[in-house]
């Protein structure tokens, strides 16, 4: 569904439902590539960023349940560390309505948004199963949610995905070391009345992509005569083992938020929330066996 305000530059566009179902299994910048004038800069088979206006990176916003994602995303190989499976809405903003969010947000913003807790007491659940015969993926992705019947307005969910993979194919040959092992889960609890009420989220991702072992170059010349090559040096064939080079990426975000509605019908909101970042990349093993990542980042 998109809304578009035709006095100014002003894009609202919204998946959500079985538009956003027929996306399950892929990753959030992948998923994004379904709305209208969002495409996608991939490095390799499992690694997507979303690109608005030919923008990305830092220059596009993406909101976590309310929160801004504080990523590693300077790097072309840096997608975001959100499970879409959280989600069941997605949305862009593009022009002017972007601006809200800051100068930093001249791409656009991403709204990543899950469903409301429960407000009725009772017990429900999904389960997700996805299967993909390039790369022999599958994932497996599940919530159960609840409502307390004896204290009213008290709720929760618990969500959890895993995903795993092997080497990707080409139509004549294996891609090398490209599989990909990943580990999500979230929880949350929250309690409502008509006049003041909270919530606690807490989610983890954690994934482990591997590095197409054909890119590694180091002139341009390495470059040039990758290029040139037919196929790959490396004879490869389907495994689910990853090797160096490979990537190592950890992402906890914790929310905590509040709210009062006063007698004169003003509101107060409380938001806090805490995010840690951990990148770990490896380059091929050194002749001195060395097991250390050649490049460890993290932000907190």
Same mark, same amino acid.
């Not at 349940?65 to 499970?83: F, K, L, M, T, Y």
């Not at 080497?167 to 006049?195: D, H, I, K, Q």
């Given at each position: 569904?998109?809304?578009?305000?035709?006095?100014?530059?002003?894009?609202?566009?919204?998946?959500?439902?079985?538009?956003?179902?027929?996306?399950?299994?892929?990753?959030?910048?992948?998923?994004?590539?379904?709305?209208?004038?969002?495409?996608?800069?991939?490095?390799?088979?499992?690694?997507?960023?979303?690109?608005?206006?030919?923008?990305?990176?830092?220059?596009?916003?993406?909101?976590?349940?309310?929160?801004?994602?504080?990523?590693?995303?300077?790097?072309?190989?840096?997608?975001?560390?959100?499970?879409?499976?959280?989600?069941?809405?997605?949305?862009?903003?593009?022009?002017?309505?972007?601006?809200?969010?800051?100068?930093?947000?001249?791409?656009?913003?991403?709204?990543?948004?899950?469903?409301?807790?429960?407000?009725?007491?009772?017990?429900?659940?999904?389960?997700?199963?996805?299967?993909?015969?390039?790369?022999?993926?599958?994932?497996?992705?599940?919530?159960?949610?609840?409502?307390?019947?004896?204290?009213?307005?008290?709720?929760?969910?618990?969500?959890?995905?895993?995903?795993?993979?092997?080497?990707?194919?080409?139509?004549?040959?294996?891609?090398?070391?490209?599989?990909?092992?990943?580990?999500?889960? &979230? =929880?949350?609890?929250?309690?409502?009345?008509? *006049?003041?009420?909270?919530? %606690?989220?807490?989610? +983890?991702? /954690?994934? $482990?992509?591997?590095?197409?072992?054909?890119?590694?170059?180091?002139?341009?010349?390495?470059?040039?005569?990758?290029?040139?090559?037919?196929?790959?040096?490396?004879?490869?064939?389907?495994?689910?083992?990853?090797?160096?080079?490979?990537?190592?990426?950890?992402?906890?975000?914790?929310?905590? &938020? =509040?709210?009062?509605?006063?007698?004169?019908? *003003?509101?107060?909101?409380? %938001?806090?929330?805490? +995010?840690? /970042?951990? $990148?770990?990349?490896?380059?091929?093993?050194?002749?001195?066996?060395?097991?250390?990542?050649?490049?460890?980042?993290?932000?907190?």
């Amino acid at each position: 569904k998109e809304n578009e305000t035709a006095m100014t530059s002003h894009v609202r566009t919204v998946m959500e439902g079985e538009e956003l179902v027929q996306t399950r299994g892929q990753s959030l910048g992948e998923a994004l590539t379904n709305i209208t004038g969002v495409y996608a800069l991939h490095s390799g088979p499992s690694i997507f960023k979303p690109v608005i206006h030919g923008l990305h990176s830092n220059r596009i916003l993406i909101f976590n349940n309310g929160v801004r994602q504080e990523g590693q995303q300077w790097g072309s190989e840096h997608a975001p560390e959100i499970d879409p499976f959280v989600a069941t809405k997605l949305t862009v903003l593009k022009g002017a309505a972007s601006t809200r969010y800051g100068s930093d947000a001249i791409g656009g913003v991403v709204l990543v948004e899950p469903a409301a807790l429960r407000t009725k007491p009772g017990l429900g659940g999904e389960i997700n199963l996805v299967g993909a015969t390039n790369n022999r993926m599958g994932i497996v992705s599940g919530i159960l949610d609840g409502a307390v019947k004896k204290v009213p307005g008290l709720a929760w969910r618990l969500q959890g995905t895993v995903r795993r993979g092997g080497n990707a194919r080409t139509p004549n040959y294996w891609l090398e070391n490209t599989g990909l092992a990943e580990g999500n889960f &979230s =929880a949350t609890v929250g309690y409502t009345r008509p *006049s003041f009420g909270g919530e %606690v989220y807490y989610s +983890q991702f /954690n994934t $482990r992509l591997g590095i197409f072992t054909g890119t590694h170059a180091e002139s341009i010349a390495d470059i040039e005569a990758a290029i040139a090559r037919k196929v790959p040096l490396t004879r490869s064939y389907f495994s689910y083992d990853i090797r160096r080079p490979y990537q190592q990426v950890a992402h906890g975000l914790f929310k905590a &938020s =509040a709210y009062k509605v006063f007698s004169n019908y *003003s509101r107060l909101d409380v %938001v806090f929330a805490l +995010q840690r /970042n951990v $990148r770990e990349e490896y380059d091929f093993q050194s002749l001195t066996a060395r097991t250390n990542p050649e490049l460890y980042l993290r932000l907190i």
